[in-house]
């Protein structure tokens, strides 16, 4: 069934990457993979992944979307407006563009003499969590204990990281004010498609809609970007 799920997301493997890239990485439970669709429940990032040709593709699994008690990714306006009245207690929407490097060469990281960039271990993790307010605590130390969070480094002090959240997307990218206009976003970003590469992975990330410099610094880093949205339906 994975091998149909796969067929069925190709069909826009932009859109579809963080689908794609759970059934690769072991992660996804693939629940139904048709001619009309696909479902996957993803334990590791906590939640259910959707994307269906029409609500009356997505009409018979709603209940169980709704009763899995996880956040939800959709792929198509129309599901989020499907699902909508039946997850009264998701409190949250973000809509996202896929951002994905297609190549398979690493990029050049283009350091400034004074940086350097190293893995993060529990030594880093309340710097972390003191600048990058969009996760809670315990997220972001098991984003360090599993090994994907990346810190540059200015002159022995922390300038900036990024890390893979658990769906599999690069992000968590942070800059300390101080250390900004020195091209470190770029060299993060670089090091983290790098790494994801080494990992065997298709380096990708989600970005908000709106998030006009990430978008563009993604475009101007080669990568590809999705006409398509996702969208997280949050807990």
Not at 80 to 107: D, I, N, W
Not at 125 to 139: D, F, L, N, R, W
Not at 177 to 206: C, H, K, S, V
């Amino acid at each position: 069934m994975k091998n149909a799920a796969l067929q069925w997301l190709n069909r826009d493997p932009l859109l579809h990457v963080c689908m794609s890239e759970s059934i690769r990485r072991g992660h996804a439970e693939v629940l139904y993979a048709g001619q009309d669709g696909v479902l996957l429940r993803d334990p590791v990032a906590e939640t259910m992944q959707a994307s269906f040709d029409s609500p009356a593709a997505l009409e018979p699994w709603v209940d169980a979307i709704a009763q899995s008690g996880l956040d939800v990714v959709v792929h198509q306006d129309f599901a989020e407006e499907f699902l909508a009245p039946v997850l009264p207690e998701r409190a949250g929407r973000m809509r996202c563009y896929h951002s994905v490097y297609t190549r398979k060469q690493p990029l050049d990281a283009a350091l400034p003499r004074e940086a350097h960039i190293e893995p993060l271990d529990g030594r880093w993790t309340e710097a972390v969590q003191t600048v990058y307010k969009h996760a809670s605590a315990e997220y972001i130390a098991g984003r360090i204990e599993a090994g994907v969070m990346l810190g540059i480094f200015w002159g022995g002090e922390l300038a900036g990281f990024i890390g893979q959240h658990t769906e599999g997307a690069l992000g968590m990218l942070e800059v300390l004010p101080e250390y900004r206009r020195r091209g470190l976003a770029r060299a993060l970003m670089a090091a983290g498609i790098n790494a994801a590469l080494a990992r065997g992975e298709t380096p990708f990330g989600q970005i908000v809609t709106t998030n006009e410099p990430s978008l563009a610094l993604s475009r101007s880093m080669g990568l590809q970007i999705s006409q398509g949205v996702v969208v997280w339906m949050f807990r």
